[in-house]
């Protein structure tokens, strides 16, 4: 049986603060609520003058403003005073389970650990343990830089899903660790529910998690003798991000004279995640839709139904469309007025095997090149959240919703591992409030 190290997985020296208050220490991932400047002063207002990771973090919806590097100043200062000031009980080197109840009802099993950067690649067709899920925007990766580069502290966002149908890693191990008082529990600010973890240090669950990886390795390892351990399914930039400073100050490292062991055990050589089982029942995939601009609708539907062998079918009513489209992996629904002003709902029946939207969306995409080469009026498209939304946008002339089917769990790792990673905006886990909140730290630069 192999260590977990040689799988990049590594047990986190993890920082957590002195008398934790969750409802103002934590906060929500950086990356949520980028519209919504409202959200974040609510949040400033709950914190007021306490310790919390908001005062550590740049929330997205600040990215541009002109006062961004005073903004990263002041972080960098808190992180240094926090540690200065005992803010943190001492580190402590171990896994942790956590279960996360959202306002939704449901409840997300998670373990937080550390991963080796070495391990992970963003980057199509890697054969790495990490894989990325979706297209990752080089551009992004840039201004995030800035904000990790020679930070002090790093929080996770990052959610890691592993693939195990058996949920030996995460709810097996979590069955161990609930045996004993929880290192933390309480709520979570602005509709973010509750949250609660529990160690895994000890020996005998340490062996766990290891036999439990062991076992999932070796169910994902292809013929070629890769593995594909982990697939990222939220906080794809800030990983990649991490890759990236890595890979910067390893080459600066390296030009100084470090060692192999010194390079091995370099705190930024590493990344705090949390894995989550694909199939865990807490964990929800929703769709992200389309809806398309200033385009010949009926030869989109067309060109698609050609270019991936489907049938179209012209339906009644708005309920027939979302039924056919909601109970099936392959199917697609367009919504749309046509040329005499008629509502119009169409479904294309596809045999496709693995998720659609990988199917999908580089047909709309070359489509609209073609459009854009010969036509007037550019065309457009908008990524929409909520079956609703779409329906009501392809009611206005001018544009057509284009329903995408639920997200195939089965499919998943076998998507990726033959086709790459996802085209954009592909899927959401969960609604925004659900998303991973900043609580666990660790020490970055020193």
């Known amino acids: 049986m192999k260590n977990i190290e040689d799988f990049g997985l590594r047990i986190p020296e993890i920082l957590i603060p002195s008398n934790v208050d969750l409802s103002t220490w934590s906060v929500i991932a950086c990356d949520q609520y980028t519209q919504d400047k409202d959200y974040w002063k609510k949040a400033e207002e709950t914190v007021g003058e306490k310790p919390s990771t908001l005062k ?16 990263i100043v002041k972080i960098r200062q808190t992180m240094d005073d926090y540690l200065k000031s005992n803010v943190f009980d001492k580190p402590l080197k171990s896994f942790v389970y956590i279960e996360r109840k959202t306002a939704f009802g449901r409840t997300r099993k998670g373990l937080v650990a550390q991963i080796d950067l070495e391990t992970y690649e963003w980057k199509p067709f890697s054969k790495a343990n990490i894989r990325a899920t979706e297209a990752t925007i080089v551009d992004r990766i840039p201004p995030r830089k800035e904000i990790r580069k020679g930070a002090s502290i790093e929080l996770p966002h990052i959610m890691l899903l592993v693939n195990d149908k058996e949920d030996v890693l995460v709810g097996g191990t ?7 008082a929880p290192l933390y529990d309480g709520k979570l600010m602005n ?18 998690v290891t036999a439990a990886i062991n076992t999932i390795a ?86 698609l139904a050609k270019k991936l ?11 027939e469309l ?10 697609f629904g367009f919504d749309y007025v046509d040329s005499t002003g008629a509502q119009k709902y169409v479904l294309l029946e596809t045999s496709i095997q693995e998720l659609a939207v990988s199917r999908l969306q580089p047909e709309i995409d070359a489509f609209l090149k073609t459009v854009s080469e010969t036509a007037n009026i550019k065309p457009e498209i908008d990524y929409i959240h909520g079956t609703e939304e779409v329906l009501k946008l392809g009611k206005k002339a001018g544009s057509m919703g284009i329903l995408l089917p639920p997200i195939a769990k089965d ?14 905006k592909s899927f959401s886990m969960g609604e925004a409030d659900e998303k991973r909140f900043y609580l666990e730290c660790r020490r970055l630069f020193s």
């Open 322 to 331: 979302e039924k056919a489209v909601k109970n099936s992996w392959a199917n």
């Open 56 to 71: 550590l973090i740049l929330p997205e919806v600040y990215l541009n403003s002109p006062d961004k590097q005073e903004r």
């Open 174 to 180: 979590g069955k161990l660790a609930k045996t004993k």
């Open 218 to 303: 070796e169910k994902n390892t292809a013929d070629d003798g890769s593995t594909f351990l982990f697939a990222v399914g939220d906080g794809n930039h800030s990983l990649a991000t991490a890759k990236a400073v890595w890979d910067e100050y390893k080459a600066e490292l390296q030009a100084s004279g470090a060692s192999e062991k010194e390079l091995l055990e370099n705190p930024v050589r590493f990344a705090l995640i949390e894995i989550v089982n694909l199939y865990d029942t807490g964990l929800t995939f929703e769709p992200i839709h389309r809806v398309v601009f200033n385009i010949n609708n009926e030869e989109l539907i067309n060109e």
């Open 191 to 208: 509709n973010g529910g509750s949250i609660t973890g529990w160690t895994l240090s000890s020996e005998e669950e340490i062996s766990a």
């Open 411 to 424: 499919s998943f790792f076998e998507t990726i591992n033959g086709r790459g990673p996802l085209p954009r």
């Open 309 to 319: 062998d489907g049938k179209i079918c012209v339906l009644q009513n708005q309920d």
